[in-house]
């Protein structure tokens, strides 16, 4: 099963409101990634779980902030967006950092 | 930093073509994945391959890891290969992150 899955597939929020994005891997990979992608461009990283230590690229603001439950589960908190942070959000898993990365079908989010 | 480049930007090709896209950077690196991102968004990974060939099926991939570039070749382009091929690479002591290049957008037309 190389299978990564996302929840919602498509999210409309305005800028006040608090959501959620849930990513989960049942492949047994120790590295769950989030990225942002806006149309025509390709994938940004935004955030590592490696080994239950998180990295950060350190130009993704405050109002997003990840949580990794468990080794399966890796969550992305959405707080006062902004429109330009709409986009495509996708999940990926690899089963150490530096190999193969598997990608969920992402995440649509437009922020009115 | 490091530059990836992919070329051609676009490339459109009737069903059955044969194709060649590259991918160049510009320092030493640790891996190289190809990945294929469907018009519906979804990413798969192609390859991973940070130096030599690998064949799957149609496709195929060439890391010359001396030479600073990868090839993917497609043969007997069909519809379902449309879409845009992304290169990644990782730099060594990058803390993990790939660094992509722009893209091929490929059009298959039947």
């Known amino acids: 099963d190389t299978e990564v899955t996302q929840t919602p597939k498509h999210l409309v929020m305005g800028m006040t409101n608090k959501k959620s994005l849930k990513c989960e891997q049942h492949m047994g990979h120790r590295a769950m990634y989030w990225y942002k992608q806006k149309a025509k461009k390709p994938p940004e990283l935004m955030f590592v779980y490696s080994y239950e230590k998180l990295s950060i690229n350190e130009s993704v603001p405050s109002r997003f902030s990840p949580e990794c439950p468990n080794s399966s589960l890796l969550n992305l908190h959405l707080h006062a967006l902004q429109p330009e942070d709409s986009a495509l959000y996708l999940c990926?898993?690899?089963?150490?950092?530096?190999?193969?990365?598997?990608f969920g079908p992402g995440t649509r989010l437009t922020v009115l | 930093g490091i530059q990836v480049e992919q070329s051609p930007p676009d490339l459109i090709l009737q069903e059955g073509a044969n194709s060649t896209l590259r991918c160049n950077f510009s320092d030493s690196v640790n891996n190289l994945q190809w990945f294929h991102q469907n018009p519906w968004g979804q990413l798969i990974n192609l390859f991973y391959?940070?130096?030599?060939?690998k064949q799957n099926g149609r496709l195929s991939a060439t890391t010359v890891a001396t030479e600073r570039y990868s090839l993917l070749y497609i043969s007997s382009s069909q519809t379902t290969d449309s879409g845009v091929y992304f290169c990644?690479?990782?730099?060594?002591?990058?803390?993990?992150?790939?660094?992509w290049g722009a893209g091929t957008k490929l059009i298959i037309k039947p």
């Open positions: 990644a690479v990782e730099l060594m002591d990058s803390n993990y992150q790939l660094i």
């Open positions: 990926a898993s690899s089963w150490l950092a530096t190999d193969t990365q598997y």
């Open positions: 391959i940070p130096s030599g060939t």
